[in-house]
């Protein structure tokens, strides 16, 4: 018997069984009986080697033909029987409308998202009105403007993503923006003055770890007017616990250094998953949210602003760390809300 013949009676016999398949159990018991390595599909090819030359290589072409149309035709009746299992229909049925409809499941905005969200409307009804930034920024509005030198640790490359392109002559290298504190300066240049913006936006750091992750969303309060304090930044925070948190929660003010901020501080709130005791996540009952402190004159008088005249506080945290640090949420390891497991994400 000729290999072509062989090929058309195994072809029609493969054909035959699966116009009788009606579930995909039995679709791939067809498909290991006739392409499986111990199917009759490689005896056929076996033979090939007692062919010649020309003759081996016609029944190859022939061959190959087959398996390919073979393969297609189950494709094909997959997703056949996969259209039937969500229409309520089996491959030879009418359709019986006195069946339940089909639940088709339904997604929800992510938490870091809801986060937002309910940061930004806190903030609406004191007045702040949201901007946003470059994500792809200029060194000079990331670090020269804030009095970070070119010696500073955030400039290093383990600290920052710098992007191979052209060195701006003002503006120096392009990086990918580490802080939304990049915007404070743009914010005044525009020289509309009160400001009293947010600016919410991804930034990215080569971190990772419990509470860090390498892309992550930052919050950026900006508030300049004459005669800001202390006193209001330390309101603003505490307003922003009891909203956001819960009536329970409290915040501490550290003493801190950095180069933008003078005086500056490091803003904790009470941890929501050990009540204060101390946990992996918080260490000593306390969770670092961010840093704040009253602009430096060198950065007012860098956005057009006369520090004599206007006086400013900024302060920024991130907003993944502050979501977990939600009561009832029990996030130990912030790194889990970017795994993309569905398991985990539809408990929020």
């Known amino acids: 018997m000729s290999i072509d013949t062989q090929l058309k009676q195994f072809k029609d016999a493969f054909n035959a069984e699966l116009a009788n398949v009606s579930n995909a159990e039995t679709l791939e018991v067809v498909r290991v009986k006739y392409l499986g ?3 009759a599909f490689q005896d056929i090819l076996r033979n090939l080697k007692d062919m010649n030359d020309e003759e081996r290589r016609e029944a190859g072409q022939a ?3 087959v398996k390919e149309a073979m393969q297609a035709a189950i494709e094909s009746k997959e997703a056949e029987l996969e259209r039937c299992r969500y229409d309520h229909l089996a491959t030879d049925e009418r359709v019986d409308i006195s069946l339940p409809g089909f639940a088709w499941p339904k997604g929800h905005l992510h938490m870091t998202t809801r986060a937002i969200r309910d940061i930004q409307r806190i903030f609406e009804r004191l007045g702040f009105t949201r901007v946003r930034y470059p994500e792809v920024e200029w060194e000079h509005y990331a670090f020269d403007v804030l009095r970070m030198g070119t010696n500073h ?3 290093d490359n383990w600290e920052t993503y710098f992007i191979d392109a052209p060195v701006h002559e003002k503006f120096g290298r392009m990086i990918l923006t580490p802080h939304t504190t990049n915007g404070d300066v743009r914010e005044m240049e525009r ?6 913006t947010m600016n919410i936006n991804k930034t990215y750091r080569r971190q990772s770890d419990v509470s860090h992750v390498p892309m992550f969303h930052q919050f950026e309060g900006l508030l300049v007017d004459r005669d800001v304090s202390v006193t209001h930044l330390k309101g603003l925070f505490e307003h922003f616990a009891k909203e956001f948190f819960g009536p329970d929660r409290e915040i501490r003010l550290r003493p801190h250094h950095f180069r933008f901020t003078e005086p500056s501080f ?3 709130v009470s941890c929501g998953l050990c009540a204060g005791e101390g946990c992996r996540m918080c260490k000593q009952g306390w969770l670092e949210l961010g840093g704040a402190g009253m602009l430096h004159p060198d950065v007012l008088r ?3 602003v006369d520090p004599d005249e206007y006086t400013a506080l900024a302060f920024g945290w991130g907003v993944e760390r502050t979501a977990s640090m939600r009561s009832g949420i029990n996030i130990a390891d912030i790194r889990v ?3 993309n ?8």
């Open 37 to 39: 390595r111990k199917s």
């Open 63 to 65: 061959a190959n033909a």
């Open 153 to 155: 640790p955030a400039r």
């Open 191 to 196: 020289g509309e003055l009160p400001i009293r």
């Open 266 to 268: 490091e803003i904790d």
């Open 302 to 304: 860098a956005g057009g």
């Open 337 to 339: 809300m970017y795994k």
């Open 341 to 348: 497991d569905i398991r985990f994400l539809e408990q929020f």
